[in-house]
């Protein structure tokens, strides 16, 4: 018994260390979420009866090794699978390849026939030798005369110039030889990397098979180098008109291998989050720093809107008009509790080279109700929002959107559908043709200083003049500001006939405007806070 168990370890040890076969995978499907990628390919092996090593060639360059899943007829076992980005083994060029056994032949061509000029090059070297000693043997004859020695120069100059100058040329050829060679292993090396080597990602499997034959694998695996980010392209001819949105999609990754007519799958989950449900611990209160946030925070957005501003001043509406493609007969749709998945029936190409790929997903048309808004305290502009209703049932994702509004671009928007409200406001852009003017009127402010407080009184006229040929509807909004001081008292004087909500200081106005009609509205505020104290934000 003992040596039956001895026997069969070496058997199965010897064929472990049998010559591994490489094979190449290919990249048949691919779900790309939102930080990561699920790639399906599939590749074919000639396997032999019983164990043997298989090393799957041109998957991606990382890879989470938890989630490997090799799919094999039942009478294949997989023993074990190995991901590895520096697989070496000397028998991992295929010499069987048609191109590489043709470049070898050249090689070992050029190579004999370099060995034959280096012997034609000896020989000469022996033939100069000679000569060289049958010259001292003449000269040291003293029964030549003048005349016949000086014969015998002459031919010694002729036979040795002649000589050198066909070691000069041999050795030309020998070097032109040598070039050709180096050129062949470059494309040596270039034919036995071009495909097989395309990544450096490589699956080495340890399986048992029970019947000889072509067996197909199919490989699953979550790689984090591929990437998907919504983006719209939102297209409105009037504001009577639904908004006609183009959902698409920007991708990117850099697995280290293309792909190449895959089918192509966007999912919104996220393989990568954690799914452990939170546990909530006791809450301790404690005293920081105080600061000015809300402040900072006007500022920031500020800028950022500056450089958006910028940035979109440099787009062309050739790069973001909204096509009628029909793109929506190859997209399905399909949306469970956890997230939203589109399936695309036309196959892609997305190359490893970390560049954005735009993937049109679906045409939609948005009924839309229309109106203007502005905040004249913050921006002196009005800004069209379009209004959907029942935004849920068309399966948005928070993104950035072109904006193309009577046929001209306008900027970028973004669409932010994780909301608690009903009604989801699209911003469609600038309209210029609405002057809007927030001016303080200077003899009804003022300061007054009565004992230990200050008191400042601020007035403003805000004017709105409608330039349009249509009626507009605009929903106007201003603001005083609040105390969260015992000692700041603020008095609102005049509100101009507004909805006043006094949490938050916000003065609203429902205005509908004729073409060439102006609007005035004046608010007045009081604020008295000690004389010694300096309130910055006011």
Known sequence: ?????????????????????????????????????????????????????????????????????????????????????????????????????????????????????????????????????????????????????????????????????????????????????????????????????????????????????????????????????????????????PIDMMYKAQAVQNSGIDWKKVKLTLSSGNPNQNNQAPILGAWFLRYGEQYGYFNNADKKMNSIQSAKAKEDDDVSLDEVVVVSSGISRHTSINENQLNVSFDIDIPYDILSNGKVHSVALKELKLPATYKYYAAPRVDKEAFLLAEIKDYSKYNLLPGEANIIFEGMYVGKTTINPNQTTDTLNLSMGRDKKINIKREKVVDKSGTKFLSAYKEQTFTYDLTVRNNKKEEIQMLLKDQYPLSTDKEISIELLDDGNAKVNKETGILTWDLKLSPNETKKIRISYKVRYPKDKIIDNL
């Not at 799919?71 to 023993?79: A, E, F, W």
């Open 1 to 241: 018994m003992k040596k039956l168990i001895l026997v069969t370890f070496l058997v199965s040890a010897i064929s472990f260390a049998q010559k591994p076969i490489f094979t190449t995978a290919k990249v048949k499907s691919a779900t790309v979420y939102f930080n990561a990628a699920e790639l399906q390919q599939t590749t074919s092996v000639n396997l032999p009866i019983g164990t043997s090593e298989i090393v799957i060639k041109n998957v991606a360059n990382s890879l989470n090794e938890n989630t490997i899943q090799i799919g094999v007829p039942n009478t294949v076992t997989v023993l074990s699978a190995q991901f590895s980005d520096d697989y070496m083994s000397e028998y991992e060029i295929d010499e069987t390849n048609p191109a590489i056994k043709k470049v070898r032949d050249s090689i070992s061509y050029l190579n004999k026939e370099s060995q034959k000029i280096q012997n034609q090059i000896a020989t000469e070297n022996k033939t100069i030798a000679i000569l060289d000693r049958n010259q001292i043997v003449a000269g040291s004859n003293t029964g030549l005369n003048v005349a016949e020695l000086s014969k015998l120069m002459d031919y010694y100059k002729e036979k040795n110039n002649e000589i050198l100058a066909n070691i000069v040329a041999l050795n030309e050829k020998n070097y032109k030889i040598i070039l050709q060679v180096q050129n062949l292993n470059k494309k040596l090396q270039l034919n036995t990397q071009k495909e097989e080597k395309a990544s450096d990602g490589k699956l080495v499997l340890q399986v048992m098979n029970e019947v000889a034959g072509n067996i197909n694998f199919e490989i699953n695996y979550i790689t984090n180098t591929a990437s998907w980010t919504p983006f719209y392209d939102l297209r409105a001819e009037s504001v009577k008109e």
